[in-house]
């Protein structure tokens, strides 16, 4: 079974500042997806920015952008020129390439950015 | 419409009582999910529709729990004799043809909290 594991529960960051979120996952496949989803406390889950397992190039999305580290089964999020609006619960989230089209998410982090 | 919709927002209801909770897809989208999240937690996978058939239900923790989509599009979670701890935000979301490397939208969550 796929795990996925976000070991800060927590983390606070002033305005303007970078920010990275750690998560890493445990799985046997070799095609998969990765995700890095937002929910602000309208509870709604947005989407990020998205790796897909064979592309070698991390993904970016204007502020934000990923390290990939495959071997180590690690994918963690940056958030540059941290902004109010990012404060939110951020979870990470796999999905496998074959069989159950189901996502896996992390516990989540809360991040809060201070004016 | 626009984005996925759950109705209701929230929902009180008493222990051993029946609920439904309703999720209207993006319009096109053929794959539709439900998920729990439970306090504090990330979202747990419940079962995964593609068309009016649920192609994985795997995620149902006990047969209380049923969900239904007889026309493709709208789906109805239902939950019989509800426990305390069936307390959660229900997520729905939706994606285009379902595959795994479609993005899943999700709606704002029906709260359900059981006294």
């Known amino acids: 079974a796929q795990t996925v594991t976000q070991s800060q529960p927590e983390m606070s960051v002033q305005e303007a500042e970078t920010v990275t979120l750690s998560c890493t996952y445990d799985?046997?496949?070799?095609?998969?997806?990765l995700f890095w989803y937002k929910q602000p406390p309208s509870r709604q889950m947005i989407l990020v920015i998205r790796?897909?397992?064979?592309?070698?190039q991390n993904a970016t999305e204007n502020r934000f952008s990923v390290n990939f580290q495959k071997a180590a089964k690690s994918f963690s999020l940056k958030i540059s020129d941290s902004q109010l609006g990012d404060t939110a619960m951020y979870f990470c989230?796999?999905?496998?390439?074959?069989?159950?089209?189901?996502?896996?998410f992390g516990q989540g982090t809360r991040l809060t950015i201070n004016p | 419409g626009a984005g996925v919709s759950q109705t209701p927002s929230n929902k009180v209801t008493e222990k051993g009582k029946y609920v439904e909770l309703r999720c209207d897809p993006i319009?096109?989208?053929?794959?539709l999910y439900w998920y729990r999240q439970s306090l504090g937690q990330g979202p747990e996978f419940l079962i995964y529709?593609?068309?009016?058939?649920?192609?994985?239900d795997s995620g149902l923790p006990n047969d209380r729990f049923f969900a239904v989509r007889p026309e493709g599009s709208v789906s109805t979670l239902k939950i019989q004799r509800t426990e305390r701890g069936d307390s959660a935000v229900y997520l729905c979301?939706?994606?285009?043809?379902?595959?795994?490397?479609?993005?899943?939208?999700f709606g704002p969550g029906t709260r359900l909290t059981v006294l």
């Open positions: 979301a939706s994606s285009l043809m379902g595959g795994f490397t479609d993005t899943q939208y």
């Open positions: 799985t046997s496949e070799n095609n998969y997806y």
């Open positions: 790796q897909e397992a064979y592309k070698q």
């Open positions: 989230a796999f999905i496998r390439g074959e069989g159950a089209q189901k996502l896996v």
């Open positions: 319009s096109g989208h053929t794959a």
């Open positions: 529709f593609q068309g009016t058939g649920a192609a994985d």
